[in-house]
């Protein structure tokens, strides 16, 4: 008994609830439309962008790390190693800005012949 | 019918936005009201835009293009189930305690009010059951379960709604 009165209400529910269920969306199918496409993506010019900036960006760091590692090492110039191995006289201070740049200097006495390389 | 949706489906695949705004058009209404009878009618539209700006995106993945509809409806019908986890955790605590008794007469019935204290899986398969009248087996097909689990969820809903319509005891 009690469960013939449940199931009639679930039968007045369920007419109800189609009833509710078939009702339009309040947004018409043409504006939906609109609104779902105004937040698509435009098709896709974007992509070749991306991958030149991509390929850009790839050639400027090879680039980079290219010259942060610097030149080659080449040996010496002959006359630079010649000058390497020379015996300094008496007065003269040798030292090197990097291996191709030798900077000497002769002591001398005030009043003396100017210095040169010994 | 099916053809047009798979010349609209293989246009829209190929970015033709034309085409997928006319399978918006036609799809529109059904999918909202699917997510109405899952979220509510204040949820139902953001849902099922939610859903089809996914399937534009994954529209290149479906392979079958005549279950287009199928397709869109089971994406809407996770993005409602997304929703609804959401919405449980709002609701005011009168709403959400078990089971208050609701009167049901032929004019006024809160059919929201009622439908929401069943659980959103449940109330999927009676929408699709009594107000779009598809078959357990289109119905499992929608959804990704068996229709053995389609009467499962309408039985426990039916239960619940017995429960919550006179306050019966189950």
Redesign the interface.
Known sequence: M??Q???S??D???G???A????????S??Q??????A??AA??PVFPVLRLAAVVALVLVVGLLAFLAGPPAEPPSAEVAGLASQPLGDGVVQFWLNPETPVVFVLSPMGSKSGGLP | MSDDTQSLVLHARA?D?GA???L???H??RL??FA??IVGEAE??DA??EA??VA?RKLAGLTDLASFGGWVGRITYRRCLRRAGRLRHLLPLDVASPPAVLP?S?GE?L??Q??RRLAPRQRAV??LT??EEMSDSEIGALLGITPASVRSHRRRG?DR??QV??G?KS
């Open positions: 009690s469960d009165v449940h199931d209400k679930l007045v529910f369920e109800a609830l189609r509710w269920g078939r009702r339009e969306a309040p947004t199918p043409r939906a439309a609109s609104m779902v496409l937040q698509v098709p896709r | 970015g936005r997928f705004a006319r918006v058009e036609l529109w209404g909202v009201r109405r009878s139902a539209e099922v835009q089809l700006l534009w049901v032929d019935i059919i929201w009622v439908l009676l929408h009594i107000v039916r709604l017995r319509l006179g019966h």
